[in-house]
């Protein structure tokens, strides 16, 4: 099987979503701690976004779907970005996640890395490998 680079990245990212779904379920409280105080019913968000992630993941790997999916999920990852930062800068505990810099600071800053990876697996974006013109 030969799977170029941008579908390996699909599939983990599938994967990478899939998991989440999964967290969200099984971590909703911890989830709930580093949501915003001005996201409404925090408890129905994370079920919802757990929800979302889902579709993300299963949409990855519909051609027909891709390239929405790598729009949606682009922006789903930045619409949560608040809750990384309440992490952070809260000190919010939540093991076995540590609450150190450590983990923070490469978390809040691979949060766009995630975002331009789900626009460049899905053909969104060509950046930074397409050719000059």
Known sequence: MNLSIRALMRIV??????????????????LVAITPAWVPYPRAVVYITGVLELAGALSLLVPRLRWWSGVALALYVIAVWPANFK??????ALPPIPDSWWYHAPRLAFQPVIAW??????RVIDWPFRGRR
Request: proline share 0%; glycine share 4%.
């Open 13 to 30: 990212m599938a994967a990478f979503f899939a998991a989440g779904f999964v967290l969200h379920f099984r971590t909703t409280d911890s």
């Open 117 to 122: 990876w789900a626009l460049f697996s899905t």
């Open 87 to 92: 992490h952070a800068f809260a000190h919010i």
